[in-house]
Nanobody, 124 residues
């Protein structure tokens, strides 16, 4: 059973940067596609970014393209989300997730393991 623990969230002002981390334990991290999703109040879970098992392929949602970057360090069993030029509409709980397929999907239903989430709040 894989456990995921996110960290790095917080309260920042518009235009600021944050780096989220998600540490995995209890499984072979390098076997999984990793992704970040977010959920704002009264909204569904939204795909943010995903990265393939070896880090060679990454995809980002259009809403964060050019501002957010997903990366991973398989030696540390950790996936990261670097966020810059943050906007109030980025405010949400951010979740990391793992999928056993090589390239993953933007569909949250495809993912096998989830973290508990970390809150990101961007003030205007």
């Amino acid at each position: 059973q894989v456990q995921l623990v996110e960290s790095g969230g917080g309260l920042v002002q518009t235009g600021a940067s944050l780096k989220l981390s998600c540490a995995a334990s209890g499984g072979n991290f390098r076997d999984y596609t990793a992704a970040w999703f977010r959920q704002a109040p009264e909204k569904g879970r939204e795909f943010v970014a995903r990265i393939s098992v070896n880090g060679g392929m990454a995809a980002h949602a259009q809403s964060v393209q050019g501002r957010f970057t997903i990366s991973r360090n398989n030696a540390k069993s950790t996936v990261y989300l670097e966020m810059s030029s943050l906007k109030p509409e980025d405010t949400a709980i951010y979740y990391c997730a793992l999928d056993s397929t090589p390239y993953g999907s933007p569909n949250p239903a495809e993912y096998d393991y989830w973290g508990q989430g970390t809150q990101v709040t961007v003030s205007s």
